[in-house]
């Protein structure tokens, strides 16, 4: 059983082709651009539980939007780990909030998801590392890791929290060698600094799992919810990065990470 925020039927944005995506409850991070400040909390009254089975019933009501597969290297897989890929782009997204406080859970749905061949992607921000979370990444298609800061003490200041973990994620995964999107949120003033912007892409310049790097732009969606949680928004003078802002962090990238760097 997860313990979940909401969830969307029809995600675009989290992975491959059209998704089921699930926000989890609970998160470790404080980010302070957090445009799901609701998810943070560990358990709320507004929380709902969802069974595999539910899931697996609304994976499969979906299955015909999955569409075949776009990507050679997983049409030439066949089957992954023993079990079988039928070469979908679409699948399963879990988001957050921050899904590996709940790795065991999510571990027993992703090996289901593969008996029934659905794809499955995991969106974290690394806070996590420890073996439950290494058994899950296992079983795991796509890893999109939130690597947020380079710099530790900025990292710090961004999230309230260290970035150890999620570099030690970001190592185990390269190890296992298996796919991996990185995550980049661009926040003027806070993480769009150029010597920073370099040492984040040259970290990961050799990572051979890293198969996409997506640069998202801060945006102000998420600022009402701070209002109605009656909190305090830290970037309340924040403005999104203009078109100019975004193709300059996008070029520093790609120096080092090349095409493999989109802003999304
Ligand atoms: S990691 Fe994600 S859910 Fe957690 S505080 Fe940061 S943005 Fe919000």
């Known amino acids: ?26 998160c470790q991070f404080r980010c302070v651009y957090c445009h799901n400040p609701d998810t943070q909390a560990l358990e709320t009254k507004e929380m709902k539980t969802i069974e595999t089975k539910e899931i697996i019933e609304l994976l499969e009501k979906e299955r015909s939007y999955f569409g075949p597969c776009l990507f050679a290297e997983q049409k030439a897989a066949g ?40 794809n499955t992607c995991l969106d974290t921000c690394g806070a996590i590392f420890d073996q439950d979370v290494k058994a899950l990444y296992d079983v795991t298609d796509i890893v999109l890791l939130d690597v947020k800061h380079i ?8 999230t309230k929290a260290s970035n150890e973990n999620t ?26 600094q150029p010597e920073y912007l370099e040492a984040w892409a040259k970290y990961f310049a050799e990572y ?17 919810k701070y209002k109605a949680l009656g909190r305090k928004y830290e970037l309340a003078n924040v403005k999104p990065p ?13 120096k080092y990470l090349g095409n493999k760097v989109v802003a999304v």
Request: hydrophobic share 35%; with cysteine; net charge neutral.
């Open 79 to 118: 089957t992954k780990d023993g079990l079988p890929n039928f070469g979908q782009t679409g699948g399963l997204t879990i988001s957050g909030g921050e899904p590996t406080l709940q790795a065991t859970a999510l571990t027993e749905l992703f090996k289901e998801c593969k008996k029934y061949g659905f």
């Open 167 to 192: 570099l030690k994620n970001a190592a185990y995964r390269e190890e296992t060698g298996k796919e991996m999107w990185l995550r980049y949120v661009l926040v003027p003033g806070w993480t769009d």
């Open 208 to 224: 051979k799992t890293v198969k996409r790097v997506e640069i998202i732009p801060y945006h102000e969606l998420g600022v009402f």
């Open 151 to 158: 710099d530790p003490t900025w990292h710090q200041k961004l």
């Open 242 to 254: 203009s078109k100019l802002e975004i193709s300059k962090a996008e070029e520093i990238f790609k």
């Open 1 to 26: 059983m997860l313990k979940i925020h909401s969830l969307d039927t029809f995600g675009t944005h989290d992975g491959p082709g059209i998704r089921l995506v699930i926000f989890t409850q609970g």
